[in-house]
Nanobody
């Protein structure tokens, strides 16, 4: 399976962006998806995750209330709506997929993901 992320760009603080990530190839029957990010000079960190059912989500404290993750299972696509962006949100954003142990399973750890997209850069200026 391959993951292709898109939607990054350069924006002003306080504005919004929506990232998309589409899975193609031989996908599992069920899989959890998530977004992680890596800022310059920092380690990759968890941002958000969504279950196979789409009904369970979880967010990092730094983005909760500003970001929203959702998936369209029929399109094998996951979205990350990012609102009220801050300069500290500047990073390369990676979408990922991993094994789902049940329909509502979510994963906040990169160890729980075994497929990664190439990343899309988000730059937020003040």
């Amino acid at each position: 399976v391959q993951l292709q992320a898109s939607g990054g760009g350069s924006v002003q603080a306080g504005t919004s962006l929506r990232l998309s990530c589409t899975a193609s190839g031989r996908t599992r029957s069920t899989y959890v998806m998530g977004w992680f990010r890596q800022a310059p000079g920092k380690e990759r960190e968890f941002v958000a995750t969504v279950s196979w059912s789409g009904e369970t989500t979880y967010y990092a404290d730094s983005v909760r209330g500003r970001f929203a993750i959702a998936r369209d299972t029929a399109k094998n696509t996951v979205y990350l709506q990012m609102n009220r962006l801050k300069p500290e949100d500047t990073a390369v954003y990676y979408c990922s997929a991993g094994r789902a142990y049940n329909d509502d399973y979510v994963s906040t750890s990169s160890w729980g993901m075994d497929v990664w997209g190439k990343g899309t850069l988000v730059t937020v200026s003040s």
